[in-house]
Protein backbone atom coordinates (compact mmCIF):
# COMPACT_ATOMS: atom_id res chain seq x y z
CA UNK A 1 0.00 0.00 0.00
CA UNK A 2 0.95 3.54 -1.07
CA UNK A 3 -0.06 6.68 1.08
CA UNK A 4 -0.37 9.52 -1.61
CA UNK A 5 0.19 12.83 -0.98
CA UNK A 6 1.82 14.65 -3.82
CA UNK A 7 -1.30 15.31 -5.19
CA UNK A 8 -4.38 14.80 -4.43
CA UNK A 9 -4.24 12.66 -0.74
CA UNK A 10 -5.66 9.13 -0.77
CA UNK A 11 -4.04 5.51 -0.80
CA UNK A 12 -3.06 3.20 -3.58
CA UNK A 13 -3.12 -0.68 -3.06
CA UNK A 14 -1.57 -2.94 -5.95
CA UNK A 15 -2.15 -0.14 -8.14
CA UNK A 16 -5.85 0.93 -7.74
CA UNK A 17 -7.34 3.55 -5.76
CA UNK A 18 -8.17 2.81 -2.33
CA UNK A 19 -11.64 4.79 -0.80
CA UNK A 20 -10.64 6.61 2.08
CA UNK A 21 -13.80 8.53 2.31
CA UNK A 22 -14.53 12.11 2.33
CA UNK A 23 -12.43 14.94 2.18
CA UNK A 24 -12.39 15.53 6.17
CA UNK A 25 -10.87 12.04 6.44
CA UNK A 26 -8.27 12.64 3.55
CA UNK A 27 -7.60 15.91 5.45
CA UNK A 28 -6.40 13.44 8.49
CA UNK A 29 -5.21 10.94 6.81
CA UNK A 30 -2.66 13.53 5.19
CA UNK A 31 -2.06 14.89 8.76
CA UNK A 32 -0.99 11.37 10.33
CA UNK A 33 0.81 10.73 7.02
CA UNK A 34 3.07 13.62 7.20
CA UNK A 35 4.25 12.42 10.85
CA UNK A 36 4.75 8.76 10.42
CA UNK A 37 5.04 6.88 13.02
CA UNK A 38 4.20 9.66 15.33
CA UNK A 39 1.57 10.63 17.73
CA UNK A 40 -0.62 13.12 16.65
CA UNK A 41 -2.75 14.58 19.17
CA UNK A 42 -6.39 14.80 18.98
CA UNK A 43 -6.06 18.53 19.94
CA UNK A 44 -3.84 19.19 17.18
CA UNK A 45 -5.91 17.66 14.39
CA UNK A 46 -8.92 18.96 16.03
CA UNK A 47 -7.10 22.79 15.71
CA UNK A 48 -5.84 21.85 12.12
CA UNK A 49 -9.36 20.62 10.93
CA UNK A 50 -11.24 23.21 12.14
CA UNK A 51 -9.03 26.11 11.99
CA UNK A 52 -12.26 28.60 12.44
CA UNK A 53 -13.81 27.38 15.18
CA UNK A 54 -14.07 23.31 16.00
CA UNK A 55 -17.71 22.09 16.86
CA UNK A 56 -18.22 20.76 20.64
CA UNK A 57 -18.40 16.97 18.81
CA UNK A 58 -15.30 17.60 17.33
CA UNK A 59 -13.45 14.93 19.24
CA UNK A 60 -15.99 12.73 19.13
CA UNK A 61 -15.67 13.46 15.26
CA UNK A 62 -11.92 12.62 15.08
CA UNK A 63 -12.78 9.19 16.97
CA UNK A 64 -15.21 8.11 14.44
CA UNK A 65 -12.89 9.68 11.72
CA UNK A 66 -10.39 7.45 12.48
CA UNK A 67 -12.49 4.77 12.85
CA UNK A 68 -13.46 4.91 9.11
CA UNK A 69 -9.72 5.20 7.96
CA UNK A 70 -8.81 1.89 10.10
CA UNK A 71 -11.03 0.16 8.49
CA UNK A 72 -10.71 1.16 4.91
CA UNK A 73 -7.06 0.55 4.98
CA UNK A 74 -6.71 -2.66 7.03
CA UNK A 75 -9.22 -3.70 4.25
CA UNK A 76 -6.43 -3.52 1.95
CA UNK A 77 -3.69 -3.41 3.83
CA UNK A 78 -1.36 -6.54 4.45
CA UNK A 79 -0.73 -7.21 8.34
CA UNK A 80 1.90 -4.96 10.11
CA UNK A 81 1.91 -2.63 6.57
CA UNK A 82 0.57 -0.07 7.72
CA UNK A 83 -1.61 -0.16 10.99
CA UNK A 84 -3.59 3.24 12.31
CA UNK A 85 -3.68 3.03 16.19
CA UNK A 86 -4.13 4.83 19.11
CA UNK A 87 -1.85 6.50 21.17
CA UNK A 88 -2.21 8.43 24.45
CA UNK A 89 -4.32 10.99 23.30
CA UNK A 90 -3.94 11.33 19.97
CA UNK A 91 -3.30 8.80 17.03
CA UNK A 92 -0.65 7.42 14.78
CA UNK A 93 0.00 5.71 11.61
CA UNK A 94 2.79 3.25 11.92
CA UNK A 95 4.09 2.00 8.43
CA UNK A 96 7.67 1.83 6.60
CA UNK A 97 8.13 5.83 5.64
CA UNK A 98 8.88 4.76 2.26
CA UNK A 99 4.86 3.88 1.82
CA UNK A 100 4.13 7.79 1.96
CA UNK A 101 4.98 9.39 -1.26
CA UNK A 102 6.11 12.47 0.36
CA UNK A 103 8.76 10.95 2.74
CA UNK A 104 10.06 8.55 -0.07
CA UNK A 105 10.64 12.19 -2.09
CA UNK A 106 12.72 13.28 0.52
CA UNK A 107 14.87 10.32 0.75
CA UNK A 108 15.27 10.55 -2.73
CA UNK A 109 16.45 13.97 -2.50
CA UNK A 110 19.33 12.75 0.08
CA UNK A 111 19.96 9.95 -2.20
CA UNK A 112 20.64 12.77 -4.89
CA UNK A 113 22.37 15.13 -3.02
CA UNK A 114 25.50 12.03 -2.06
CA UNK A 115 25.23 11.49 -5.67
CA UNK A 116 28.62 10.76 -7.17
CA UNK A 117 28.54 11.88 -10.60
CA UNK A 118 25.92 14.22 -11.88
CA UNK A 119 24.72 11.56 -14.20
CA UNK A 120 23.49 9.39 -11.54
CA UNK A 121 21.83 12.69 -9.63
CA UNK A 122 19.99 13.57 -12.75
CA UNK A 123 17.92 9.62 -12.61
CA UNK A 124 17.36 9.78 -8.48
CA UNK A 125 15.89 13.42 -9.19
CA UNK A 126 13.99 12.23 -12.15
CA UNK A 127 12.77 9.20 -9.49
CA UNK A 128 12.01 12.00 -7.19
CA UNK A 129 9.87 14.46 -9.13
CA UNK A 130 7.66 11.53 -11.14
CA UNK A 131 6.46 10.89 -7.19
CA UNK A 132 4.08 15.00 -8.06
CA UNK A 133 1.14 14.15 -9.54
CA UNK A 134 -0.18 17.75 -8.82
CA UNK A 135 0.00 19.88 -5.94
CA UNK A 136 0.80 18.34 -2.76
CA UNK A 137 -2.17 17.86 -0.47
CA UNK A 138 -4.08 18.41 -2.74
CA UNK A 139 -8.26 18.29 -2.21
CA UNK A 140 -8.02 18.81 1.06
CA UNK A 141 -8.54 22.04 2.58
CA UNK A 142 -9.26 25.80 2.02
CA UNK A 143 -5.73 26.96 -0.40
CA UNK A 144 -4.74 28.88 3.02
CA UNK A 145 -4.36 25.81 5.44
CA UNK A 146 -2.97 23.75 2.73
CA UNK A 147 -0.18 25.69 1.97
CA UNK A 148 1.02 26.03 5.88
CA UNK A 149 0.86 21.95 5.45
CA UNK A 150 2.93 21.70 2.33
CA UNK A 151 5.22 24.81 1.71
CA UNK A 152 8.18 22.42 2.73
CA UNK A 153 7.00 20.06 0.61
CA UNK A 154 6.64 22.41 -2.49
CA UNK A 155 9.49 24.25 -1.71
CA UNK A 156 11.55 20.76 -1.86
CA UNK A 157 9.99 20.18 -5.37
CA UNK A 158 11.03 23.58 -6.79
CA UNK A 159 14.43 22.78 -5.20
CA UNK A 160 14.75 19.44 -6.85
CA UNK A 161 13.53 20.95 -10.29
CA UNK A 162 16.52 23.73 -10.30
CA UNK A 163 19.12 20.86 -9.20
CA UNK A 164 18.18 18.95 -11.89
CA UNK A 165 18.42 21.90 -14.42
CA UNK A 166 21.88 22.56 -12.89
CA UNK A 167 23.22 18.74 -13.04
CA UNK A 168 22.01 18.40 -17.00
CA UNK A 169 23.40 21.62 -17.85
CA UNK A 170 27.12 20.38 -16.44
CA UNK A 171 26.57 17.46 -18.56
CA UNK A 172 25.83 19.30 -21.22
CA UNK A 173 22.25 18.41 -21.57
CA UNK A 174 19.85 21.17 -22.77
CA UNK A 175 16.31 21.78 -21.32
CA UNK A 176 13.41 22.53 -23.38
CA UNK A 177 13.01 26.50 -23.68
CA UNK A 178 8.81 25.72 -23.15
CA UNK A 179 8.85 23.78 -20.40
CA UNK A 180 11.60 26.71 -18.85
CA UNK A 181 9.21 29.03 -20.24
CA UNK A 182 6.47 27.40 -18.08
CA UNK A 183 8.03 27.16 -14.68
CA UNK A 184 9.21 30.43 -15.18
CA UNK A 185 5.50 32.01 -15.61
CA UNK A 186 4.57 29.50 -12.54
CA UNK A 187 7.65 31.33 -10.41
CA UNK A 188 8.52 34.48 -11.56
CA UNK A 189 11.15 35.44 -9.05
CA UNK A 190 13.26 32.20 -8.80
CA UNK A 191 16.72 33.67 -9.41
CA UNK A 192 18.24 29.95 -10.94
CA UNK A 193 14.81 29.23 -13.26
CA UNK A 194 15.63 32.98 -14.68
CA UNK A 195 18.93 32.44 -15.12
CA UNK A 196 18.44 28.97 -16.70
CA UNK A 197 15.56 30.73 -19.02
CA UNK A 198 17.84 33.17 -20.04
CA UNK A 199 20.82 30.78 -20.87
CA UNK A 200 18.44 28.94 -22.81
CA UNK A 201 16.70 31.48 -24.64
CA UNK A 202 20.18 33.05 -25.59
CA UNK A 203 21.19 29.91 -27.43
CA UNK A 204 18.59 29.16 -29.22
CA UNK A 205 19.59 32.30 -31.00
CA UNK A 206 16.66 34.39 -28.68
CA UNK A 207 19.16 36.93 -27.29
CA UNK A 208 16.73 39.74 -27.19
CA UNK A 209 14.00 37.49 -25.48
CA UNK A 210 16.85 36.32 -22.63
CA UNK A 211 17.64 40.53 -21.69
CA UNK A 212 14.20 40.81 -21.89
CA UNK A 213 13.77 37.99 -19.20
CA UNK A 214 16.13 39.73 -17.13
CA UNK A 215 14.81 43.40 -17.27
CA UNK A 216 10.93 42.02 -16.46
CA UNK A 217 12.68 39.70 -13.49
CA UNK A 218 14.85 42.84 -12.54
CA UNK A 219 11.73 45.70 -12.67
CA UNK A 220 9.47 42.80 -10.88
CA UNK A 221 11.58 41.84 -8.00
CA UNK A 222 12.02 45.75 -7.68
CA UNK A 223 8.38 46.75 -7.49
CA UNK A 224 7.01 43.65 -5.38
CA UNK A 225 9.89 42.94 -2.99
CA UNK A 226 12.02 46.03 -3.09
CA UNK A 227 15.01 43.24 -4.12
CA UNK A 228 17.84 43.74 -7.01
CA UNK A 229 17.98 39.84 -9.15
CA UNK A 230 20.94 38.08 -7.85
CA UNK A 231 24.82 37.79 -8.86
CA UNK A 232 24.53 35.12 -10.55
CA UNK A 233 21.75 36.51 -12.92
CA UNK A 234 23.86 40.03 -12.85
CA UNK A 235 26.35 38.40 -14.45
CA UNK A 236 25.05 36.19 -16.72
CA UNK A 237 23.32 39.25 -17.92
CA UNK A 238 26.84 40.88 -18.15
CA UNK A 239 27.88 37.70 -20.24
CA UNK A 240 25.17 37.44 -22.69
CA UNK A 241 25.99 41.05 -23.39
CA UNK A 242 29.48 40.49 -23.91
CA UNK A 243 29.28 37.61 -25.73
CA UNK A 244 30.95 35.31 -23.37
CA UNK A 245 28.61 32.70 -22.35
CA UNK A 246 30.45 29.52 -24.12
CA UNK A 247 30.75 28.42 -20.35
CA UNK A 248 28.24 29.37 -18.16
CA UNK A 249 29.38 32.24 -16.35
CA UNK A 250 27.82 30.92 -12.72
CA UNK A 251 30.67 29.22 -11.45
CA UNK A 252 28.34 26.19 -10.05
CA UNK A 253 29.14 24.30 -7.45
CA UNK A 254 28.57 20.65 -7.13
CA UNK A 255 25.39 20.96 -4.75
CA UNK A 256 22.99 23.67 -3.19
CA UNK A 257 23.55 22.53 0.49
CA UNK A 258 19.77 22.53 1.83
CA UNK A 259 20.98 21.42 5.75
CA UNK A 260 18.42 22.84 8.12
CA UNK A 261 17.52 20.57 10.57
CA UNK A 262 13.33 19.16 11.03
CA UNK A 263 11.40 21.77 12.19
CA UNK A 264 10.28 21.39 15.48
CA UNK A 265 5.94 21.14 15.57
CA UNK A 266 5.48 21.99 19.01
CA UNK A 267 7.17 25.26 19.38
CA UNK A 268 5.06 27.54 21.15
CA UNK A 269 5.29 31.05 22.58
CA UNK A 270 8.00 32.25 19.90
CA UNK A 271 5.97 33.75 17.82
CA UNK A 272 7.12 37.81 18.06
CA UNK A 273 10.61 36.10 18.49
CA UNK A 274 10.35 34.13 15.26
CA UNK A 275 8.90 37.59 13.70
CA UNK A 276 11.74 39.79 14.97
CA UNK A 277 14.40 37.27 13.76
CA UNK A 278 12.52 37.04 9.75
CA UNK A 279 12.39 40.62 9.92
CA UNK A 280 15.98 41.34 10.26
CA UNK A 281 17.15 38.71 8.40
CA UNK A 282 15.28 39.32 5.99
CA UNK A 283 17.05 42.70 5.34
CA UNK A 284 20.56 41.05 4.00
CA UNK A 285 20.71 43.15 0.61
CA UNK A 286 22.66 46.16 1.35
CA UNK A 287 25.20 44.85 4.00
CA UNK A 288 25.78 40.97 5.56
CA UNK A 289 23.13 40.77 8.37
CA UNK A 290 24.16 38.78 11.33
CA UNK A 291 20.96 37.74 14.24
CA UNK A 292 22.83 36.60 17.87
CA UNK A 293 20.34 34.95 19.32
CA UNK A 294 21.48 34.50 23.67
CA UNK A 295 19.52 32.71 26.52
CA UNK A 296 19.91 30.03 28.82
CA UNK A 297 20.91 26.61 28.67
CA UNK A 298 17.66 24.42 27.28
CA UNK A 299 15.37 27.61 26.70
CA UNK A 300 15.34 26.96 23.38
CA UNK A 301 18.02 28.96 21.33
CA UNK A 302 17.82 26.29 18.41
CA UNK A 303 14.38 25.48 17.98
CA UNK A 304 13.65 29.25 17.54
CA UNK A 305 16.77 29.61 15.05
CA UNK A 306 15.74 26.49 13.14
CA UNK A 307 11.83 27.90 12.54
CA UNK A 308 12.94 31.12 11.49
CA UNK A 309 15.76 30.06 9.28
CA UNK A 310 12.58 27.45 7.45
CA UNK A 311 10.26 31.10 7.39
CA UNK A 312 13.56 32.50 5.60
CA UNK A 313 14.80 29.74 2.97
CA UNK A 314 12.85 30.86 0.05
CA UNK A 315 14.55 33.90 0.44
CA UNK A 316 18.14 32.43 0.19
CA UNK A 317 18.12 30.17 -2.87
CA UNK A 318 22.05 29.14 -2.82
CA UNK A 319 21.82 27.25 0.32
CA UNK A 320 21.00 27.05 3.45
CA UNK A 321 24.04 25.79 6.04
CA UNK A 322 23.63 24.42 10.00
CA UNK A 323 26.39 24.07 11.98
CA UNK A 324 26.72 22.83 15.37
CA UNK A 325 29.69 24.84 16.64
CA UNK A 326 29.31 22.83 20.41
CA UNK A 327 30.59 25.80 22.08
CA UNK A 328 28.71 24.37 25.16
CA UNK A 329 28.21 20.44 24.59
CA UNK A 330 29.41 18.62 27.67
CA UNK A 331 32.63 16.35 27.13
CA UNK A 332 33.45 17.96 23.51
CA UNK A 333 35.48 20.73 22.55
CA UNK A 334 34.14 23.80 20.54
CA UNK A 335 34.74 23.58 16.69
CA UNK A 336 37.81 25.33 15.39
CA UNK A 337 37.14 27.73 12.98
CA UNK A 338 39.31 26.29 10.30
CA UNK A 339 37.35 22.97 10.97
CA UNK A 340 34.16 24.67 10.63
CA UNK A 341 35.25 26.12 7.77
CA UNK A 342 36.54 22.91 6.19
CA UNK A 343 32.67 21.84 6.42
CA UNK A 344 30.98 25.00 5.18
CA UNK A 345 33.50 25.09 2.30
CA UNK A 346 33.03 21.49 1.95
CA UNK A 347 29.40 22.08 1.82
CA UNK A 348 29.02 23.03 -1.33
CA UNK A 349 31.52 20.22 -3.08
CA UNK A 350 34.82 22.49 -2.51
CA UNK A 351 37.37 19.64 -1.78
CA UNK A 352 40.60 21.11 -2.16
CA UNK A 353 40.65 22.76 1.28
CA UNK A 354 43.18 25.51 2.30
CA UNK A 355 44.88 24.69 4.87
CA UNK A 356 45.29 27.61 7.03
CA UNK A 357 42.64 29.92 8.64
CA UNK A 358 43.19 33.00 6.94
CA UNK A 359 43.29 31.29 3.34
CA UNK A 360 40.19 29.03 4.36
CA UNK A 361 38.13 32.09 5.60
CA UNK A 362 39.02 34.39 2.20
CA UNK A 363 38.33 31.08 0.21
CA UNK A 364 34.67 30.95 1.77
CA UNK A 365 34.26 34.56 1.16
CA UNK A 366 34.91 34.57 -2.24
CA UNK A 367 32.82 31.69 -2.87
CA UNK A 368 29.70 33.38 -1.28
CA UNK A 369 30.27 36.69 -3.00
CA UNK A 370 27.26 37.46 -4.84
CA UNK A 371 24.58 34.30 -3.35
CA UNK A 372 22.25 34.67 -1.33
CA UNK A 373 23.46 32.27 1.55
CA UNK A 374 21.53 31.58 4.61
CA UNK A 375 23.91 30.03 7.48
CA UNK A 376 22.90 29.00 10.99
CA UNK A 377 25.73 29.03 13.32
CA UNK A 378 24.29 26.85 16.55
CA UNK A 379 26.24 26.99 19.93
CA UNK A 380 28.63 29.64 19.51
CA UNK A 381 31.26 29.61 22.66
CA UNK A 382 32.92 33.41 21.34
CA UNK A 383 33.10 35.86 18.75
CA UNK A 384 36.48 34.66 18.11
CA UNK A 385 35.23 31.03 17.14
CA UNK A 386 32.65 32.81 14.77
CA UNK A 387 33.97 35.86 13.27
CA UNK A 388 36.55 34.51 10.61
CA UNK A 389 32.78 32.20 9.70
CA UNK A 390 31.08 35.08 8.95
CA UNK A 391 30.47 36.19 4.71
CA UNK A 392 31.94 39.19 3.60
CA UNK A 393 29.05 40.61 1.82
CA UNK A 394 25.84 41.56 0.79
CA UNK A 395 23.00 39.19 -0.12
CA UNK A 396 24.31 36.57 2.96
CA UNK A 397 22.39 36.30 6.89
CA UNK A 398 23.93 34.46 9.75
CA UNK A 399 21.95 33.39 12.59
CA UNK A 400 24.00 32.81 15.81
CA UNK A 401 22.76 31.00 18.80
CA UNK A 402 24.92 31.11 22.15
CA UNK A 403 24.66 30.88 26.09
CA UNK A 404 26.96 34.16 25.48
CA UNK A 405 25.77 37.57 24.62
CA UNK A 406 28.19 37.62 21.53
CA UNK A 407 28.41 40.63 19.47
CA UNK A 408 30.14 39.00 16.24
CA UNK A 409 32.62 41.47 15.53
CA UNK A 410 30.17 44.62 16.10
CA UNK A 411 27.92 43.16 13.51
CA UNK A 412 25.07 41.34 15.32
CA UNK A 413 21.54 42.51 15.74
CA UNK A 414 20.36 40.62 19.59
CA UNK A 415 17.71 39.13 20.78
CA UNK A 416 18.15 37.46 24.33
CA UNK A 417 15.13 34.64 24.75
CA UNK A 418 13.88 34.31 27.78
CA UNK A 419 11.92 30.85 29.68
CA UNK A 420 8.21 30.31 28.71
CA UNK A 421 5.16 32.08 30.57
CA UNK A 422 3.52 30.08 32.51
CA UNK A 423 0.43 29.55 29.76
CA UNK A 424 3.00 29.04 27.12
CA UNK A 425 4.78 26.34 29.41
CA UNK A 426 1.75 24.70 30.14
CA UNK A 427 0.78 24.70 26.20
CA UNK A 428 3.95 23.05 25.48
CA UNK A 429 3.92 20.45 28.54
CA UNK A 430 -0.05 19.29 27.97
CA UNK A 431 1.03 18.68 23.78
CA UNK A 432 4.67 17.07 24.19
CA UNK A 433 2.60 14.42 27.29
CA UNK A 434 -0.01 14.29 25.29
CA UNK A 435 -2.77 15.37 27.80
CA UNK A 436 -6.26 17.25 27.21
CA UNK A 437 -5.93 21.31 27.40
CA UNK A 438 -8.08 21.01 30.35
CA UNK A 439 -5.74 19.20 32.65
CA UNK A 440 -3.89 20.80 35.37
CA UNK A 441 -0.30 20.86 35.07
CA UNK A 442 1.08 23.77 36.84
CA UNK A 443 2.78 21.91 40.00
CA UNK A 444 4.86 20.15 37.33
CA UNK A 445 5.70 23.95 34.49
CA UNK A 446 6.52 25.81 37.28
CA UNK A 447 8.96 23.58 38.42
CA UNK A 448 10.51 23.65 34.85
CA UNK A 449 10.89 26.94 35.17
CA UNK A 450 9.63 28.10 31.52
CA UNK A 451 12.51 26.30 30.04
CA UNK A 452 11.46 24.05 27.26
CA UNK A 453 13.75 21.49 27.47
CA UNK A 454 12.45 20.99 31.46
CA UNK A 455 9.05 21.03 30.11
CA UNK A 456 9.59 17.88 26.94
CA UNK A 457 11.69 16.29 29.52
CA UNK A 458 8.97 15.94 31.99
CA UNK A 459 6.63 15.06 29.60
CA UNK A 460 8.54 12.30 28.18
CA UNK A 461 9.10 10.95 31.25
CA UNK A 462 5.22 11.07 32.00
CA UNK A 463 4.30 9.60 28.39
CA UNK A 464 6.94 6.69 28.96
CA UNK A 465 5.45 6.20 32.56
CA UNK A 466 1.03 5.26 31.69
CA UNK A 467 0.14 4.73 35.50
CA UNK A 468 1.89 8.45 36.33
CA UNK A 469 -0.83 11.13 36.86
CA UNK A 470 0.59 14.36 36.60
CA UNK A 471 0.73 14.45 40.54
CA UNK A 472 2.79 11.73 40.44
CA UNK A 473 5.36 13.45 38.31
CA UNK A 474 5.16 17.05 40.40
CA UNK A 475 5.81 14.61 43.21
CA UNK A 476 9.12 13.26 41.98
CA UNK A 477 10.04 16.78 40.87
CA UNK A 478 9.47 18.05 44.32
CA UNK A 479 12.83 16.84 45.83
CA UNK A 480 15.28 20.07 44.87
CA UNK A 481 17.95 17.64 45.28
CA UNK A 482 17.11 15.62 42.30
CA UNK A 483 15.30 17.77 40.32
CA UNK A 484 17.93 19.25 38.21
CA UNK A 485 19.21 15.74 37.36
CA UNK A 486 15.44 14.55 36.96
CA UNK A 487 14.94 16.99 34.13
CA UNK A 488 17.87 16.50 32.22
CA UNK A 489 19.55 19.90 32.73
CA UNK A 490 23.05 18.56 34.62
CA UNK A 491 25.20 18.85 31.57
CA UNK A 492 23.41 21.61 30.32
CA UNK A 493 24.15 23.87 33.37
CA UNK A 494 27.61 21.97 33.70
CA UNK A 495 28.78 22.48 30.52
CA UNK A 496 27.82 26.42 30.89
CA UNK A 497 29.44 26.62 34.60
CA UNK A 498 32.80 25.11 32.78
CA UNK A 499 33.19 28.49 30.90
CA UNK A 500 33.67 30.26 33.90
CA UNK A 501 37.13 30.82 35.71
CA UNK A 502 37.50 29.24 39.52
CA UNK A 503 36.70 32.86 40.81
CA UNK A 504 33.04 32.95 38.36
CA UNK A 505 32.33 29.58 39.46
CA UNK A 506 33.16 30.18 43.45
CA UNK A 507 30.89 33.38 43.64
CA UNK A 508 28.30 31.39 41.34
CA UNK A 509 28.48 28.62 44.65
CA UNK A 510 28.34 30.98 47.19
CA UNK A 511 25.27 33.87 46.01
CA UNK A 512 23.06 30.25 44.78
CA UNK A 513 23.32 29.38 48.44
CA UNK A 514 23.69 32.94 50.70
CA UNK A 515 22.07 35.67 48.77
CA UNK A 516 18.45 36.44 49.01
CA UNK A 517 15.98 36.07 46.19
CA UNK A 518 17.10 39.47 45.10
CA UNK A 519 20.18 41.30 45.80
CA UNK A 520 22.62 44.11 44.34
CA UNK A 521 26.31 44.70 44.24
CA UNK A 522 26.45 45.76 47.84
CA UNK A 523 25.18 42.42 49.14
CA UNK A 524 27.52 40.48 46.77
CA UNK A 525 30.21 42.07 47.43
CA UNK A 526 30.10 41.24 51.59
CA UNK A 527 29.21 37.72 50.54
CA UNK A 528 32.44 37.01 48.45
CA UNK A 529 34.83 39.68 50.35
CA UNK A 530 36.00 41.54 47.41
CA UNK A 531 35.80 45.21 46.55
CA UNK A 532 32.10 46.76 45.02
CA UNK A 533 34.01 46.94 41.67
CA UNK A 534 34.97 43.56 41.33
CA UNK A 535 31.43 42.23 42.77
CA UNK A 536 29.66 44.29 40.08
CA UNK A 537 31.90 42.25 37.24
CA UNK A 538 31.90 38.83 38.54
CA UNK A 539 27.78 39.37 38.36
CA UNK A 540 28.48 40.52 35.13
CA UNK A 541 30.13 37.74 33.92
CA UNK A 542 27.79 35.30 35.20
CA UNK A 543 24.65 37.28 33.44
CA UNK A 544 26.64 37.45 30.25
CA UNK A 545 26.37 33.85 30.32
CA UNK A 546 22.59 33.66 31.68
CA UNK A 547 23.93 32.28 34.95
CA UNK A 548 22.52 35.06 36.79
CA UNK A 549 19.67 37.52 35.79
CA UNK A 550 20.16 40.80 35.89
CA UNK A 551 17.03 43.04 37.19
CA UNK A 552 17.39 46.61 36.81
CA UNK A 553 20.47 48.82 37.18
CA UNK A 554 21.45 47.26 40.48
CA UNK A 555 19.61 43.90 40.78
CA UNK A 556 20.33 40.36 40.66
CA UNK A 557 18.31 37.11 40.76
CA UNK A 558 18.50 33.66 40.22
CA UNK A 559 16.20 31.36 37.75
CA UNK A 560 15.28 28.96 40.50
CA UNK A 561 16.87 25.56 38.45
CA UNK A 562 20.12 27.56 37.87
CA UNK A 563 20.13 28.25 42.09
CA UNK A 564 19.50 24.85 43.19
CA UNK A 565 22.34 23.13 40.44
CA UNK A 566 24.90 26.28 41.71
CA UNK A 567 24.10 25.65 45.23
CA UNK A 568 24.92 21.78 44.77
Known sequence: MEIVLLGTVGARSGGAEVDVGVRRHRFVLALLALEANSAVATDRIVDVVWREGPPRSA?????????????????????????????????????????????????????????????????????????????????IAANGVRDVLSSGLEEARLGAVEHRLEARRRLGLSTAVDELLDLHRAHPHRPRLVEHLMLA??????????????????????????????????????????GETEQPPHTA????????????????????????LVRTASAARGELVVCAVDGMAGVGKTALSVRAAH???????????????????????????LDALRH???????????????????????????????????????????VPLLPGGPGCAVVLTSRQRLTAGGRAVPLSLEPLTPA?????????????????????????????????????????????TVKDLAALLSDPTHVVAELRLLHAFDSSRAALDFHSRRAHSLLARHAPARFGVATAAALLDVPPRRA??????????????????????????????AAS
Open 59 to 139: RRMVHGIVSGLRSALSRHAADEEVRLVSEGDGYALHCDPLRVDAHRFRALLRQARTADDDARRVAVLDEALALWRGPALAG
Open 201 to 242: LHRAGRTPEALEVYRRARASLAREHGLDVSGDVERLHLAILR
Open 253 to 276: VAVVPAQLPADLAGLVGRDAEVAT
Open 311 to 337: HLGPRFPDGQLFLDLHGFTSGRAPVAP
Open 344 to 386: LLGSFGVDDLPGDLDSAAGRWRSLVAGRRVLLVLDNASSDEQV
Open 424 to 468: ASGEVFRAAAALPATTGVGEVTTVCGGLPLALRTAANRLRNRPLW
Open 536 to 565: HRLLEDLVDLHLLVADGADGYSFHDLVRLH
